[in-house]
């Protein structure tokens, strides 16, 4: 009698069903997410807050990159639908083959600090063009953005988690020519965290001067020391905001690094916590989302401080989206001589140094430096 366990096993086709369906189930969550996103859709500075009602159109008093205007917006939005599809795709395949896979949870986890962006969106200055497809500007929390909140920023995980990826095959290529008593092998998450420091600050320097160059969005205020081109509308704060995202790169980068156990620092951490034992992937994923939620405060934190500090002296001129207001919440555009009409956003009191909010005097400085620039 052939004893062998037979090749056809039932005990497991249930789980495989299951797992097979939750896997489909990203199909249907992701339609959802785009009917969403179609339905709320807008495009143009829409709502009164912002508008400047003196524009028709969207006139631009600067060339972006190589002439092309707000063409390189239509790049920019479809390589990104492009570029999530591609990585949707790739997770849901992972998620098939390992449920629970460190790397896409990490993918969801850095996606979902997009809540935040509003928030990280006013503490730099950052001012997206309007004429990026957006929320409505007046829902609650989108509200905080210095102009719009676009879609574009669904691809985070691309930006934040990307750099792990290069920093590992570095590491490893480092620890495979290394004796087992080198620090790359004592300290595996020190020299990670390093290597991502690098890599993170020279991507997002690359990444962010040519998307401030090609129009998607500007700093409309810097800390001219430690900035590229400061006072034009190019301007970028190179050693603030590329060191700064770092701090979210970092912690999402160690968090995937695997032990000679197997496990994922995230994953250790869940069990020492004991974050739901019987659901371990959940209590992985709940441990990176805390983390880089709270990492992304620290980055919001540091430039509140700036901002607060009033040292973020150098305005981005020409502004380069006359169809939107001025976004000058300090009144230092109105003092370097920017034409109006303005506005002061909101968290422009207490969180921006100013108890009494905006100044209601502002005088032209004779040596203004908007002075004689058009818009």
């Known amino acids: 009698m052939n004893t062998q366990p037979s090749r056809l096993s039932f005990g497991h086709t249930a789980p495989l069903q299951k797992q097979s369906l939750m ?9 959802l997410l785009l009917g969403l996103i179609a339905h709320h859709a807008r495009m ?43 990585l949707l795709i790739a997770c849901v395949r992972v998620w098939r083959r390992q449920p629970g896979h460190p790397y896409v949870l990490m993918t969801i986890a850095s996606t979902a600090i997009v809540w935040q962006d509003p928030i990280m969106n006013w503490a730099p200055y950052a001012v997206y063009n309007p004429q990026l497809w957006h929320w409505p500007e007046d829902w609650p929390l989108i509200e905080l953005s210095p102009t719009v909140e676009p879609f574009i920023v669904i691809g985070y995980a691309l930006f934040y988690f990307g750099p792990f990826f290069p920093a590992m095959a570095v590491l490893r290529r480092l620890q495979a020519r290394a004796s087992m008593d080198a620090f790359v092998w004592r300290r595996p998450l020190i020299s990670l ?9 020279v991507f997002d320097a690359i990444l962010e001067i040519s998307l401030v160059r090609t129009g998607l969005y500007i700093y409309s205020q810097v800390i001219p020391w430690g900035s590229l081109f400061p006072g034009t509308t190019f301007q970028f704060p190179l050693i603030w905001e590329s060191a700064l995202v770092c701090l979210v ?10 032990d000679d156990t197997g496990r994922t620092q995230a994953e250790k951490l869940a069990q020492r916590f004991r974050w739901l034992p019987n659901h371990p992937a ?34 981005a001129c020409p502004y380069p989206y006359p169809d939107a207001r001025v976004y000058d919440p300090q009144g230092y555009f109105e003092r370097e001589g920017e034409p109006g009409p303005y506005f002061e956003g909101f968290w422009s009191t207490w969180a921006t140094g100013q108890p009494d909010g905006r100044p209601k005097l502002n005088p032209v400085k004779a040596d203004g430096m908007c002075k004689g620039q058009l818009r």
């Open 23 to 31: 896997s489909w189930l990203w199909i249907p969550a992701g339609l």
């Open 44 to 86: 143009g500075a829409v709502s009164p807050r912002i508008a400047n009602p003196e524009v028709i159109g969207a006139p631009r008093p600067v060339e972006f990159l190589f002439g092309w205007g707000d063409r390189w917006l239509l790049l920019h939005e479809w390589g990104t639908v492009f570029g999530m599809i591609v």
């Open 193 to 201: 965290a390093a290597l991502v420091l690098v890599i993170g600050f």
């Open 249 to 258: 790169m970092v912690p999402a980068a160690v968090l995937c690094y695997r």
């Open 282 to 315: 959940l209590g992985t994923f709940l441990v990176m989302f805390a983390v880089v939620n709270v990492a992304y405060f620290m980055y919001g934190g540091a430039f509140a401080a700036i901002r607060m500090s009033g040292l973020a002296t150098a305005v």
